[in-house]
């Protein structure tokens, strides 16, 4: 199991943070990484308009919450998280990984702490907080070692 | 009738238990975040934000002396001035981070210089300063606090914050603090709060050995 890719995609459809979690990752530069989070987010948009119904719990009038949850593929696993304002945290990885909604949840708090917090970043606009990055890095980290020991 | 008022300015001055005198980390963080924000779009200059984050502590550091003093079982004033350095690392550390700073050290190469060290400053916990930003300290804030308890207790000093790189193997000693506890790596900058005396301070507090 592995952690592939992180992308982040604001309330407009701009891409504002994307790192690759893990050496086996796919080297794409970061031009066809604005295009795949732009996409992503109009495929999520009209996701959400082709549902025919609204989904029992959800409580959002405007719907955020009937987007894409999950991509399965051959060679790789989806998921997107949503947050109430609008942003969506999406991680890519290997099928079988586990953990991934608890990954992506964790993400969520590190960027409410490290950007958020933050007096040099700008709402919607690119991520460039060193500390964010050092700590989804150690949070891959220890996912990783806590998994593999709990496969032993 | 013990209940406490509810409102925060209707309570006695006395802490009665330590709890009752916490904030909340995360709400100071994005009062403080707005507090830089706010300077930061009305100066030119890294220094000038500097400055301006230290006045906005200084304010803080007299008021904190005023309480501390209060508060205090004996009312005692401190005039040595290294009974007033260990006043501003331990007391004044403690009420306001829940802990007290992690040492107190006597410059080598200048006598009227001294340093307080944070491993875990509050005030750039969540910060990461953009690299076009050079040598700025967030923790200005801070070093304002420690000037304004000085300056307030008769020692002007000048205080100037540094974020320093930690060396090899170098951490703080202490036990992680309960109230700093986040789920972040750990820190690779420590905090240098360098205290410099203005020259009659210190020709009073050698005056006062003989």
């Known amino acids: ?152 | 009738m013990n209940r406490q008022p509810a409102n925060i300015l209707d309570r006695p001055l006395r802490a009665s238990r330590a709890g009752d005198t916490m904030v909340s980390m995360s709400s100071f963080a994005y009062l403080y975040s707005e507090l830089v924000q706010y300077h930061q779009n009305r100066v030119d200059s890294i220094s000038e934000l500097e400055r301006r984050l230290e006045s906005s502590g200084y304010g803080v550091g007299l008021k904190m002396l005023e309480l501390l003093a209060y508060r205090s079982r004996e009312y005692k004033r401190e005039i040595r001035l290294m009974n007033a350095l260990q006043f501003v690392s331990t007391t004044v550390w403690k009420s306001l981070f829940g802990k007290p700073a992690d040492s107190l050290e006597r410059s080598i190469d200048h006598a009227d210089e001294y340093m307080i060290v944070d491993y875990e400053p509050l005030t750039s916990t969540f910060v990461s300063v953009p690299s076009d930003f050079g040598q700025l300290s967030v923790d200005a804030y801070m070093s304002g606090i420690i000037a304004g308890v000085l300056s307030g207790a008769g020692f002007s000093a000048r205080v100037t914050a540094h974020s320093v790189q930690l060396e090899e193997g170098e951490h703080s000693t202490a036990p992680p603090s309960q109230f700093n506890s986040t789920n972040l790596p750990p820190r690779t900058e420590k905090a240098v709060f360098l205290v410099k005396f203005s020259p009659e301070v210190l020709e009073r507090d050698a005056g006062m050995d003989r």
């Open chain 1, 1 to 152: 199991m592995v952690f592939l890719h992180l992308f982040i995609v604001n309330k407009s459809g701009g891409l504002i943070h994307h790192r690759a979690l893990s050496p086996k990752a796919p080297q794409i530069g970061t031009n066809e990484w604005l295009r795949i989070g732009s996409t992503f987010h109009s495929l999520y948009a009209i996701a959400n308009e082709a549902s025919p119904m609204k989904l029992s719990q959800n409580k959002n009038v405007s719907g955020a919450d009937d987007g894409i949850e999950e991509i399965q593929a051959d060679g790789l696993v989806l998921r997107c998280l949503q947050t109430r304002t609008g942003i969506k945290f999406v991680v890519t990885a290997e099928p079988g990984t586990s953990d991934i909604d608890q990954v992506l949840r964790e993400i969520y708090i590190l960027y409410t702490d490290c950007a958020l917090k933050d007096p040099f970043y700008e709402l919607e606009m690119p991520i460039r907080c060193e500390l964010f990055t050092t700590s989804v890095d150690a949070l891959i980290r220890t996912m990783e070692r806590s998994a593999r020991l709990g496969i032993r």
